[in-house]
């Protein structure tokens, strides 16, 4: 298998904490200085393939990198994940669940080259859409 995060270089000094089940690394490339990930040792690559006891181990790093991202490293942190099956896997997409949490401060370099843009992007919730997913979701 080609997954950079199961054939990661274990003694790299981008890893900064191993658990039984997860590792916290260093992103590489990154978006913004101090941005890192939580990923599972086990290869899945949706939220949904984790068994109970790697979930709980990976919402405890988060917890616990939130927390000192805040109190070490800036006011606000972003936490997210993606799933993109329709993009091939490269050097910014990676088919191996991972957890991106950035360091974030009011108009720092990514919200000035991209996110400035999303105030244009975001729609207010129109009736039909309401019905329309909630029904969809519910089911």
Known sequence: MDCPFCNINKEKTRIVEQTKNSLVILSNPRLISG???VIPKRHVEKLSE?????KC???DLIIK???KILKKISSGCDIRQNYRPF??????KVN??????????LEDELYKKCQIFEK???KE???EDMEKFSKILKE
Do not use: A, V, W
Request: aromatic residues 6%; negative net charge.
């Open 57 to 59: 181990d990976m919402l």
């Open 65 to 67: 990198y939130q927390e």
């Open 35 to 37: 941005h890192i990930l």
């Open 120 to 122: 244009d992007i975001f």
């Open 50 to 54: 984790l068994n109970d006891e790697e």
């Open 87 to 92: 993009q091939k896997q490269g050097k910014i």
């Open 96 to 105: 191996h669940l991972h957890i991106h949490l950035q360091p974030r401060e």
């Open 125 to 127: 919730l129109r009736s």
